[in-house]
């Protein structure tokens, strides 16, 4: 967010100062005034223009303030304040509203008259209808437009326009220390007298007075005799012991009693509103506050305490040398324009901005092309980066391409060299394929036997093993099997023998045909054969087992059971799928 100085144009002087918001205390970063010559400024109002925007020149020559973003703080006869109560109406719609009900209660013409509002509360009547209270804020365009004109004269750019009242609770109620009952500040300037009451740091009731410290320095450079040089040494009390002191104080007493009890009428009047609560207590700023036994009378008038307070208190000064007198000199002055800085001190209240809406849009305008100008320059930057990124690309893929040519080169020279390698383990790729090939379809007949003595049932054993298979078995119906695999079978029998096979089912790898035999009890209930079958089937390295030749031959008690059986192979029954190749 771009860095804002306030900038309070007064009746005596021009004065800035820039703050920096962060997660502490405000810091407060520069900050300056330039003195005006009388009748430069009136009632808040500029009259001499040129003279302004020199002041405007070199306030920001001497204060070095990092910003020309400006909030310029307004407070005269043509900028008030006034209370309405509306029907209820969405936020949205509060301005529009205002405006429709301001010309009952703001004494400039319409199309002469700058409006914002803020939203104080909302009541309930007795019949349910809903209404909302504002403060509303309103200037005469004559007056708004002399200043808005003037800083943009001086090079500056308006971004807000608020009241003096607004800046003035900002800068001197701690949001830390809000308190629960109203509270008076009153800013006694040169020209103009400043009160508004608070609650909670939400502005109730605003009112100027076109009386002010210069009013005193008249009456008492006229009582006494002297120059307003002279006048204004003896109006702060600087040398108590002056013979003159008696008299400017008798000289200056009219004109303070009269500001006292217009403060003192002022602050009695918002008390007696109805619904209003008695003011707490008043605090004190500005130049004109410094008339010797000023505070003491007000505060006798009023009957509440009353303090002088500064603004620098809630600031971080360690970025600026600024001394003890230098510091006591300037927080009478510098409320105004480091509460245009500030945040407000409530988080419910909308700030006032009397900004005309030509200047709005011009600053839009001029931000707008502004960022054009961003985008703009972004833009080309973007396209430069991207023109050297090609131009470096391309020449790398140049040299990329001379380093491959020189790699092609050197792998031509050597390809002689690796042609014999390729053969050879074309070869053994070659050789190895068909060994696989030939393990995937060749029997291993010592898992086969294996298995075959892991599933027998208990009781029968195998007396003769033939087997066949291995690459070039072909399975087919009535074929028959010769004596071409090894024969021994584990048992109590080692016999061997040929004899014909059943057909292989498709997908077989080979066939065995057995000889069993077993003896049991002629009380067994069971079927050695139907075990046979049930046992072999079992296994995946065999598939459903066919039985012929069956006897059974009785000896006594027991029963002995011979048959043959003929079995086909999976390919689980393969050296390729049980490691042993």
Do not use: C
Request: proline letters at 6%.
């Amino acid at each position: 967010m771009p860095q804002l100085v306030g900038l309070d144009i007064g009746t005596s002087a021009v004065r800035a100062a820039e703050v920096e918001l962060g997660s502490g205390a405000p810091v407060l970063r520069a900050f300056s005034q330039v003195g005006l010559p009388p009748g430069t400024v009136v009632d808040g109002e500029i009259r001499d223009v040129t003279a302004t925007v020199d002041a405007l020149k070199r306030l920001w020559q001497n204060g070095k303030f990092n910003s020309k973003l400006v909030v310029v703080g307004i407070a005269g006869l043509r900028a008030i304040t006034r209370e309405l109560d509306l029907p209820w109406v969405p936020d949205d719609e509060v301005d529009s509203a205002v405006r429709f009900q301001s010309e009952e209660v703001i004494p400039f013409s319409p199309e002469k008259t700058l409006l914002s509002a803020q939203v104080l509360g909302e009541d309930t009547g007795s019949d349910g209808t809903r209404s909302r209270r504002v403060l509303v804020a309103a200037a005469h365009r004559d007056m708004i437009d002399g200043v808005v004109g003037a800083v943009d004269q001086a090079g500056l750019q308006v971004v807000g326009v608020d009241l003096v009242s607004s800046a003035l609770v900002r800068a001197l109620v701690d949001p830390a220390h809000l308190s629960d009952q109203p509270e008076a500040i009153v800013s006694v300037g040169a020209g103009l007298t400043v009160i508004v009451v608070h609650h909670g740091g939400r502005p109730l009731f605003v009112r100027t007075l076109g009386t002010g410290g210069n009013a005193f320095t008249e009456a008492i450079s006229q009582g006494v005799a002297i120059p307003l040089s002279d006048a204004e040494t003896l109006k702060r009390g600087i040398d108590e012991s002056s013979p003159n002191a008696q008299q400017a104080r008798r000289s200056a007493a009219p004109v303070v009693d009269d500001l006292v009890a217009e403060i003192r009428n002022s602050i009695h009047y918002f008390s007696s509103q109805l619904g209003s609560a008695p003011v707490t207590r008043v605090f004190v700023t500005g130049g004109g506050s410094r008339l010797s036994g000023f505070l003491e009378q007000l505060g006798a008038k009023l009957g509440v305490p009353v303090a002088a307070v500064s603004p620098l208190t809630r600031m971080n000064l360690a970025g600026i040398e600024l001394d003890l007198a230098q510091a006591s000199t300037l927080e009478a002055v510098l409320a105004t324009p480091i509460g245009l800085t500030l945040p407000e001190p409530n988080p419910g209240v909308k700030k006032f901005n009397l900004v005309p809406p030509e200047v709005r849009q011009k600053a839009f305008e001029r931000d707008v092309l502004r960022y054009t100008y961003i985008g703009a320059g972004a833009l080309l930057g973007l396209l430069i980066l991207l023109g050297l990124w090609r131009v470096l690309s391309v020449h790398s893929a140049e040299n990329t391409v001379v380093s491959l040519s020189a790699s092609v080169a050197q792998l031509n020279a050597e390809i002689p060299t690796y042609d014999s390698v390729v053969r050879a383990v074309t070869e053994y790729r070659t050789a190895h394929g068909q060994v696989v090939h030939l393990a995937g379809e060749a029997v291993d007949w010592a898992a086969v036997l294996t298995q075959v003595d892991a599933v027998a049932p208990s009781g029968l054993s195998v007396t003769a093993f033939t087997g066949t298979g291995g690459p070039g078995f072909t399975p087919a119906a009535g074929s028959s099997a010769g004596a071409s695999g090894s024969t021994g079978a584990s048992g109590s029998t080692g016999a061997s023998g040929s004899t014909g096979a059943s057909a292989a089912p498709a997908g077989s790898i080979g066939s065995m045909t057995v000889g069993v035999i077993g003896t049991f009890a002629n009380t067994a209930h069971f079927s050695p054969v139907a075990e046979w079958i049930d046992a072999i089937s079992s296994s995946k390295m065999f598939n459903p087992p066919s039985v012929t030749s069956v006897a059974n031959t009785p000896s006594g008690p027991n029963t002995t059971v011979t048959f043959q059986s003929t079995v086909s192979l999976t390919p689980l029954a393969s050296l390729a799928r049980n490691s042993a190749f």
